[in-house]
């Protein structure tokens, strides 16, 4: 969990919030559930603003593997900082099932954590950038084989649009380890996260991007691979992410 990259194992969670509680919720967890959680082994990677919904909190953490998982969430949701926070945490909440389970889509696909470093409790420090997650729904095709289908044709069309690839993942067939927590096992999913400084780059590159998959004739290919258009996520992140522009 040292290494220059996280995780093998990575939850990407969107909690649908009561209206203007989002807030409330991210203090609360910037102050409370950080270094809690990390202190049972779990790295948490990002906790972020929803720019298109504001009563979505989206954040992501890592484990080392799916056995640690287990252990590291029974710990935290067993011990003491989770249940004397709980019923203010769970009183933001309308659903937290939106979970989607995940492993690195290749070996080398992973979050690079090298020269990262988190603002401390009580940062003012205003977030920076954007991180935008695309998900394709796979139809007829694993995540290994869709992992190859980007690398040769879709990533190419991103680097020419000006794209820096983060990380990208696939579905983590694993059985749920911690079942009190819900994970999705309705879904196959590839994912792909990158950064944008700002709302304006990420609009000027998406609208480059359709323009070039129309060009190079990739969207008809797309189509017969996924389910519908992809789901976009566009992040802020919070004054304490990890993850950031």
């Not at 640690?68 to 659903?95: C, S």
């Not at 009580?122 to 935008?132: F, M, N």
Request: charged share 25%.
């Amino acid at each position: 969990m040292r290494a220059r990259t996280c995780c093998p194992v990575v939850e990407l969670r969107q909690y649908t919030l009561k209206a203007g509680m989002r807030d409330a919720l991210i203090e609360l967890f910037e102050r409370e559930f950080i270094e809690t959680q990390e202190t049972t082994g779990m790295i948490v990677l990002g906790q972020f603003r929803d720019l298109d919904d504001p009563d979505r909190f989206v954040w992501l953490r890592g484990f080392s593997d799916m056995a640690n998982r287990a252990t590291a969430l029974q710990e935290f949701y067993g011990g003491p900082v989770w249940k004397a926070h709980r019923d203010a945490a769970n009183a933001t909440m309308i659903d937290s099932d939106n979970v989607l389970l995940l492993r690195p889509a290749r070996s080398d696909s992973a979050f690079s954590l090298t020269n990262v470093t988190r603002p401390p409790r009580g940062s003012t420090e205003t977030s920076r950038g954007v991180l935008v997650v695309t998900i394709y729904h796979l139809a007829g095709t694993t995540g290994d084989d869709f992992a190859d289908f980007f690398e040769r044709e879709l990533l190419p069309a991103l680097e020419q649009t000006g794209t820096s690839l983060l990380a990208s993942f696939v579905t983590e067939r694993h059985p749920n380890t911690f079942p009190s927590l819900p994970v999705r096992e309705d879904v196959n999913v590839f994912i792909w996260f990158s950064v944008f400084p700002n709302r304006t780059a990420w609009d000027r590159h998406a609208k480059a991007f359709a323009d070039l998959m129309r060009e190079w004739q990739l969207e008809a290919i797309l189509s017969k691979l996924t389910k519908g258009r992809p789901e976009v996520l566009v992040l802020a992140p919070t004054t304490r992410s990890l993850i950031h522009g």
